[in-house]
């Protein structure tokens, strides 16, 4: 092999590799980017989660108040709730 096709191939491989570089930086920008859109996903879901849970919570001690205090109307025998005329 003559020095200047030797210089050539090397230039033409070299070149090659510089644009599997930039390829490979791209891909990695993308999969980052999607990464990055995965994990806010999963944030998103956990704080639903959680309220959910914390919903379901008060709710379930809402129900409880609620029968406690039809048990303490009935055993005293109180008048029931005024409840007001709700538009």
């Not at 490979?24 to 806010?40: F, P, Q, T």
């Not at 849970?53 to 108040?65: G, K, P, S, V």
């Not at 609620?66 to 109180?78: K, S, V, W």
């Amino acid at each position: 092999m003559t020095s200047a096709s030797s210089t050539f191939l090397w230039l033409r491989i070299t070149t090659q590799h510089e644009s599997d570089i930039k390829d490979v930086r791209r891909e990695m920008k993308e999969l980052r980017d999607e990464v990055r859109a995965l994990a806010r996903a999963v944030q998103q879901i956990q704080w639903e989660q959680k309220h959910d849970r914390d919903m379901a919570a008060r709710d379930r001690e809402n129900l409880i108040l609620r029968l406690e205090n039809y048990l303490l109307r009935a055993e005293r025998g109180l008048p029931p709730a005024i409840l007001e005329d709700k538009p």
